[in-house]
């Protein structure tokens, strides 16, 4: 349990801090953030599915552009 925690905070780290340490790079999009978090706790095609339904949800939410 503790160790899914850790695995969980590090993958916060990386997509959200990161995004602080490099500039602005778009990783704290859903479907980075899935594949990220899927990759770290051992399943990589579950974490890409459930960011690319987040991702979804995220486009049609937030205005991008003009």
């Given at each position: ?7 969980a ?27 990220v ?8 095609p ?21």
């Amino acid at each position: 349990m503790e160790m899914t925690a850790l695995l969980a905070a590090i993958a916060y780290f990386i997509c959200y801090g990161g995004n602080w340490l490099f500039g602005q790079c778009m990783i704290e999009r859903p479907i980075v953030v899935g594949a990220v978090t899927g990759l770290l706790l051992g399943d990589l095609p579950t974490g890409i599915i459930l960011g690319a339904s987040l991702e979804a949800i995220f486009m049609g939410a937030v205005n991008i552009g003009g």
